[in-house]
């Protein structure tokens, strides 16, 4: 069993920076791939960014890459997303969650889930 509880969330400007945390319970973090995905209003859950177990390798969505850096920390049990130059149509529940599979883009191929952090970009 993994817990996930993600953090960091908030309001910020169009072009502004922000970083969400999503801290894991259990000894066995490093066994598992991470992702991110976000939920907008009305719209389905979508993948965002992901890692490898050892943090060696990662796999962005292509309306992410450049601006969005996913991350982890093993010895915190913490895995991270940097958000740069952020857009109103960035606005989204954002959520983490843990695989056993890397990469993998699929809601469905997701284990264990996070209750989502609020993220919403003004124009």
């Known amino acids: 069993q993994v817990q996930l509880v993600e953090s960091g969330g908030g309001l910020v400007q169009a072009g502004g920076s922000l970083r969400l945390s999503c801290a894991a319970s259990?000894?066995?973090?490093?066994?598992?791939?991470m992702g991110w995905f976000r939920q907008a209003p009305g719209k389905e859950r979508e993948f965002v960014a992901a890692?490898?177990?050892?943090?060696?390798?990662?796999y962005n969505a292509a309306s992410v890459k450049g601006r969005f850096t996913i991350s982890r920390d093993n010895a915190k049990n913490t895995v991270y997303l940097q958000m740069n130059s952020l857009k109103p149509e960035d606005t989204a529940v954002y959520y983490c969650?843990?695989?056993?599979?890397?990469?993998?883009?699929?809601?469905?191929?997701?284990?264990?889930w996070g209750q989502g952090t609020q993220v919403t970009v003004s124009s």
């Open positions: 969650a843990a695989t056993l599979r890397f990469p993998m883009v699929a809601v469905v191929g997701y284990d264990y």
């Open positions: 259990g000894r066995t973090f490093s066994r598992y791939a």
């Open positions: 890692i490898d177990r050892t943090g060696g390798n990662t």
